[in-house]
């Protein structure tokens, strides 16, 4: 669906795949922020339900997913991409916006930041609570993504995340709360905010993204299996052999404070790494570095380091690696590059 507006406004694509944003209470739970149906609200419906955005862009919206952002699967995840990617090449399109769940947004974010060779403009949004609910923010969160997407400050600053008038990277953000309208945080800040309807900037990201990524979704086919294992107490290595039995090239041990390795697993990972299964180590608390060598000996096992990536971004990232490198150096490489 295109919405009628000024010829001279910027040209945005809509990308609908589900998830709260497009989610519905039940009659009997009317006005319910908690009890909803995800993915029941066409794109169409939701451009419909917010008069704003024919002030902003020229909008054209389609379907590409109607699911649980929680049913995100990698085959889904690069087929996100390619249409994205697929959008960004046209000349008709100045931007895009991805309407997504929130429980995978990050990682949907992420990928895109590194697969999509696009200086516009990708912003994905969603909301913490269905349209029905007293005091939804898709809405708003909508309104705000078009205009951080249709404003000429936002090329080249890689894939952003848009809730709750806070623009972030996708390289930092995370969900980090079930519930509240700020889920949403950096552990290094905001890139900036929503302000009176336009993007307001406050920093920029070094690492690289998107022109500057050496992964391209047009040379991708498929991701290597890459498995993650939080920790906790009494810890069995079970769970790893469990992912190597089904193919994992790598697995991401989201460890405990710096990537910490209980005592009883470190001769596991020398074994695991020794058998040519790579091993991750990053964080399970959600901010802060893992350091090569610091509280394990990574040089002596083969196994990798994350620096500050979560588990879900660091298990995306190997992923990515393995596309290019099957050495433990050259993913180590990779994860202190980005």
Request: aromatic fraction near 6%; charge should be neutral.
């Amino acid at each position: 669906m295109a919405t009628p507006t000024n010829s001279s406004q910027p040209r945005i694509a809509l990308v609908g795949t589900g998830g709260t944003i497009a989610g519905a209470g039940r009659p009997s739970d009317a006005g319910a922020s908690a009890a909803y149906q995800s993915a029941v609200v066409s794109t169409s419906d939701l451009l419909a339900g917010v008069p704003g955005l024919a002030a902003l862009a020229r909008l054209q919206a389609e379907q590409l997913f109607q699911i649980d952002s929680a049913d995100f699967t990698d085959t889904r995840l690069l087929q996100l991409a390619r249409r994205v990617a697929e959008l960004c090449a046209r000349d008709d399109v100045d931007g895009v916006v991805v309407a997504h769940g929130t429980d995978t947004m990050e990682e949907s974010a992420y990928f895109l930041h590194l697969t999509v060779r696009s200086g516009k403009p990708i912003v994905l949004t969603g909301s913490m609570r269905p349209g029905t609910a007293l005091a939804a923010d898709g809405p708003a969160n909508l309104l705000h993504a078009v205009a951080v997407a249709a404003h000429p400050s936002s090329s080249g600053r890689g894939v952003l995340v848009v809730m709750n008038e806070q623009i972030h990277s996708a390289r930092d953000v995370a969900k980090v709360h079930s519930m509240r309208l700020d889920a949403f945080a950096s552990p290094h800040g905001a890139l900036g905010l929503v302000v009176e309807g336009a993007p307001r900037w406050y920093r920029a990201l070094t690492r690289p993204h998107t022109m500057q990524s050496e992964f391209d979704i047009g040379a991708i086919d498929a991701l290597p299996l890459v498995g993650v294992v939080s920790s906790h107490g009494n810890m069995r290595r079970e769970s790893y052999d469990a992912w190597v039995a089904v193919g994992a090239r790598a697995i991401v041990h989201a460890g405990f404070g710096g990537g910490t390795v209980p005592e009883y697993l470190k001769p596991v990972f020398r074994e695991l790494c020794a058998r040519g299964t790579h091993i991750v180590r990053c964080s399970r608390v959600g901010a802060g570095p893992v350091i090569r060598n610091a509280s394990f000996d990574d040089d002596a096992c083969g196994s990798v380091v994350a620096d500050d990536q979560n588990p879900p971004r660091a298990r995306l990232l190997a992923a990515l690696a393995l596309t290019l490198t099957q050495e433990a150096a050259g993913l180590q490489a990779v994860f202190d590059r980005y």
